[in-house]
C-alpha cells in the first residue's frame, strides 16, 4: 500500500471489516457472523453480538474464494445510535441487529435475485429508505422501500419496468430525499422527492448521460456534490447547484466510486478497479483492451481520496493494487467505509485488493 503523509496509518488488522463507530475511539467490526467491539486507543477487543447463519452460510463463509463469490459481507450498514441498532443487507435480505437486545432480525427479502443493497438512507426521524438493486433483469418494476420504527416494510415508489435497472443511491437533504439511478444513460437520473412525497411525480434534476451516474452524494452550502460511477468515460466529483440547477465539474478521478463517507467536513471515497467498457454495434458492453497485461481494466489500482469540500483540495490517502482473482466473479477491487464518523479516526476495508479483507484505520487529526 502506497501512503500520502497527511494522516498516519495507525493499524492494521486482517479480517474485520469496519462497520460504525459507537464514539470518536470505538469501531464495532464484523466477521464470520459475529460483530466485535474495538477500542482503536486502548486495543481492547471483545464480541458483542452475532448474527445467525444457516449452515450453507457458514460453510461458504470459511473460504475467502467462497466468502467473495457469493458477497458474504455486510453492505448499506447504517446505525440507530438512539436504538442502538446496525440495519444492513446480507445474503439477498434486509437485516437489523440490536446491539442491546442482541437481537437478529432477516426483514425483509431482497427481490429481482439481488443479494444486496448498494444503498440505506437513515433519516432523522428514523425511518430508513433504500431502493432495489437487481441482479436479474425480470421485466419487473423496481422501487423505493420505506422502514419504519416497527420494522415494517412497504413500496412508496415504484419506477415502471424498463425506466430504470438500479437505485444506487438515496440521501436525505433538509425534508427532501433524493435518489440516483442507472445504469445506462436513458436509466440514469438523479431525482428528488420534495417533503418526501411520493404521490406526485419526482423533480428530475439531471438525466439521461453518464455524468449523472452516481452512488455517492454530498450536500454543502446549497451544492449536492456527487462522484460519478461510470466505466465508459472518466469520472469526476461535480457540484448541482440546488437554486440555479448549474453542474459544475469540479475535477477528474482515477476510475468509479462505488463507496464514501462525509467526516470532519470531507468527503473520503474509493475508486474502483474494473474493466474499462465501450459499446459494440448491437449496445452490449464490450472490454476495452489496453495494453496486453492488464487484460481491459481501467487502471489495476483502487485510490482512497480526501476531498476537503470547504477549500476544495482533494489529497491522495493511500492507493493498492488488485489482487489475480476475476473482477467478474470475485469482485471490484476498492476500499469500503463505516456508515458513520470518528471525530479522530478513519476506518477502511480492503476489498478484491492485495492486502484483501484488511481493515486499516487512520490518524486523521490535524497536527
Not at 322 to 338: E, H, Q, R
Amino acid at each position: 500500500m502506497k501512503l500520502n503523509s497527511f494522516a498516519k496509518l495507525l493499524l492494521h488488522k486482517k479480517h474485520a471489516q469496519p462497520i460504525c463507530w459507537l464514539d470518536d475511539a470505538t469501531l464495532i467490526y464484523y466477521w464470520l457472523g459475529r460483530f466485535f467491539s474495538f477500542n482503536v486507543e486502548t486495543k481492547n477487543n471483545n464480541v458483542v453480538g452475532a448474527i445467525k447463519l444457516n449452515f450453507k452460510e457458514k460453510m461458504l463463509s470459511i473460504c475467502s474464494f467462497t466468502r467473495r463469490l457469493f458477497r458474504l459481507y455486510i453492505f448499506s450498514p447504517v446505525y440507530n445510535k438512539t436504538k442502538q441498532e446496525i440495519l444492513f443487507s446480507f445474503n439477498g435480505y434486509f437485516c437489523s441487529y440490536n446491539l442491546k437486545t442482541k437481537e437478529f432480525t432477516r426483514e425483509q427479502k431482497l427481490n429481482h435475485g439481488a443479494r444486496r443493497l448498494l444503498s440505506n438512507c437513515l433519516c432523522k426521524n428514523n425511518d430508513v429508505y433504500y431502493g432495489e438493486y437487481p441482479t436479474k433483469n425480470d421485466n419487473t418494476d423496481v422501487c423505493i422501500f420505506k422502514r419504519d420504527d416497527n420494522k415494517e416494510h412497504t413500496v412508496v415508489f415504484r419506477f415502471k419496468p424498463g425506466d430504470i435497472r438500479h437505485v444506487h443511491h438515496i440521501s436525505e437533504y433538509r425534508d427532501d430525499l433524493f435518489c440516483f439511478t442507472g445504469d445506462e444513460n436513458s436509466e440514469t437520473n438523479i431525482l428528488r422527492f420534495a417533503n418526501k412525497n411520493f404521490t406526485d411525480k419526482p423533480d428530475y434534476l439531471l438525466s439521461g448521460s453518464q455524468n449523472y451516474r452516481a452512488c455517492i452524494s454530498t450536500f454543502n452550502n446549497g451544492f449536492l456534490y456527487y462522484l460519478t460511477d461510470n466505466p465508459y468515460f472518466e469520472n469526476g466529483l461535480f457540484a448541482y447547484n440546488l437554486k440555479s440547477h448549474s453542474v459544475e465539474h469540479i475535477f477528474n478521478v482515477e476510475g468509479s466510486v462505488i463507496y464514501g463517507l462525509q467526516s470532519n467536513g470531507s468527503l473520503y471515497f474509493s475508486t474502483c478497479v474494473e474493466y474499462n467498457l465501450c459499446k459494440d454495434e448491437k449496445n452490449n458492453n464490450v472490454v476495452i483492451k489496453i495494453d496486453g497485461e492488464n487484460g481491459g481494466i481501467r487502471d489495476n489500482q483502487s485510490v482512497l481520496y480526501c476531498f476537503d469540500i470547504n477549500s476544495n483540495q482533494l489529497k491522495v490517502l493511500a492507493k493498492t493494487k488488485k489482487d489475480f482473482l476475476s473482477i467478474k466473479y470475485f469482485g471490484f477491487g476498492t476500499f469500503m467505509f463505516t456508515c458513520n464518523e470518528s471525530s479522530k479516526y478513519l476506518a477502511v476495508f480492503s476489498h478484491a485488493l492485495k492486502r484483501n479483507e484488511t481493515l486499516f484505520i487512520f490518524d486523521t487529526q490535524e497536527r
